[in-house]
């Protein structure tokens, strides 16, 4: 902890300078969205805009994060003042001179290679203070690949690198710092982000949270039936699984614990369905935009492909959290508890912005930063007129919604632009081949095999890392592996991610499980454990849609009509064998009886020559069981 004795800028100047660099960042990026550079008549280089906002963003982390993480500091120190200030003149002078010094790379001139050296250590601690050290060692391990690449045996081998022209591709290079993934932060990430905190300002968390509560309230295990729900709302917005535990666990856990749940329990749920709205359209923890533009599709075609295998994750989830309210006699929340209809139904001005966004991306065909931007200006023209929540937000905080939004996305930007550093290694040795040959090998040439061994990969090398950071290190190292034994380049891409994203509740590194027993007062481990059991779902269905790309919406209209019936039923059926509950306990004999029935129909008919028969069979037993089941107990006694 800071004493207070050193000598540095006071804490309230300090405060001032952080709010103008946060608020520049979003405006540069509003500025780019609506094309004011050519109403300006400026011809710029989009990564002129991208060194400028990482200018701004470096001094910024300094300014705000102190060296020691969770450090309380009373000013921020002369040395942090320095490193700052050396962020905006570096990275400034890059974006100024970036039309000459591009063409300069491979001759290694010291204007290019020297800033570029000063920017890759600056931009590693700025990374290291806002998001520890896992993501900054991966990056260190892929830069001395890079200068030391030649002495690595077999097929790992690859092209040793200069430092000084290392240091300025980096810096300048499209496939460096400045490349896709900075270009897809810089613009789209930024208009989302504000998106949510101007939802966050005007009450519109809240009311999701209150429509949450009034629609599932009413039913048995209503408090964990809203977290998945307000969980998945705020989540399929927000950029980390970790947040998205942080923000919505400290109501909802408390909650579910309160209505009788285990804590490990409560916990789980709540990670998993936090999780989860990385996974769920529109934004996908921002690697949605990213997946676009590696894939060279169209945004809204991504977002089709991943709405099913979302929309099956938390059906499953939600099945679960039903049938342990039933198992656990839990009932529904006290009608004294519930908000009020009228008083939701105030809010529903919020649909409107989200009908906005809807509309111009997949009827107008806007660029996302556009659309995004449009949406925020309608959700706060809305809330400054209707407000919620007897409350109604003022020009000032409106105004205020710029630089919250810039503090937000320091870490997106940072992560971004160190993404930047492992594809441009990747590029300029020839990792990227290599590892992709490797694995193939290893793989046996067998897509179960490759499956398997990716499935592990991802979720290893996830660990501890951000959703955006975990996308785009997988999707260059693992998916090309996929493509390559002949899988659908989205499905590729879709299964890294859901494979990425189990890192964050798959021990003993799950970051979002652990975030989630913290609040709970619960054992890690355990809550751990609970949450794989309430996720099995993601586990799973990547894998069938690598088989059966129907699950992702490709195919003829019949088969996938036929695969999301079936899949629904094999959600069912799986959920309540874990659970261990359908209408009533079920006897080992049952559960055994129901998770293979569901897991025959889980089975796309495509999947293979004769899958078809797997879905009959599955679909035929898991009805017949259900059946049973419901003669057997023809009231369970609790609403459902």
Known sequence: MDNGKASGLPEGAARVLSDVLAALIVLLAMG?????????????????????????????????????????RRCVPWYDVALAVLGLVTLGYLAVRYPDLVLMIFARPPELWLPGAITIVLVLEALRRATGWALVVIILAFLLYALFGDVFPGRLQGRAQNWQMLSGYMAVDSNGILGLPMSVAATVVVAFILFGVLLEI??????????????????????????????????????????????TGVVTIPMIKKDGYPAHKAAAIEAVASTG?????????????????????????????????AVLYYVALFIQADLEAARLGIRA???????????????????????????LLFWQRYQPERAALWAALVLAGTSLVLGYGGTRPGLRALFGAFSRTGRAVVDILLISAASGFVIGVLNITGLSFNLTYLLVQVGGGSLIGLLLLSALVCIVLGMGLPTLGVYVLLAALVAPALIQLGVEPIAAHLYVLYFGMMSMITPPIALAAFAAATIARAPAMATGLAAMRFGWAAYVIPVLFVFSPTLILKGAPFDIALALVTATMGVWLVSAALAGFFRGPLSPGLRAGFALAGLLALVPAEAFAGGIWSDLVGTALGAGLMLRETLRVPDPGAQT
Do not use: C
């Open 32 to 72: 780019w969205a609506l094309s004011f550079q050519r109403t300006l008549g400026l011809s710029l280089y989009p990564q002129q805009l991208f060194a400028a906002m990482l200018a701004l963003t470096v001094a910024l982390a300094f300014l705000t994060l102190p060296g020691r993480r969770l450090a309380v």
């Open 202 to 247: 005007t009450g519109g968390t809240l009311f999701f949270t209150d429509a949450a509560m009034l629609g599932m309230g009413r039913f048995r295990g209503g408090s964990m039936k809203i977290a998945v729900l307000a969980s998945g709302l705020f989540g399929s917005i927000s950029g980390s699984a970790v947040a998205n535990v942080v923000g």
């Open 277 to 309: 709205g990385q996974l769920m359209p529109p934004v996908m923890g921002a690697s949605a935009f990213l997946m676009a533009e590696f894939l060279a599709l169209p945004y809204s075609q991504v977002v089709l492909a991943a709405l099913v295998p």
């Open 333 to 359: 929340i006290p009608a004294e508890d519930m908000p009020k209809a009228r008083q939701v139904a105030r809010g529903a001005h919020f649909a409107l912005a989200f009908g906005v966004l809807i509309y």
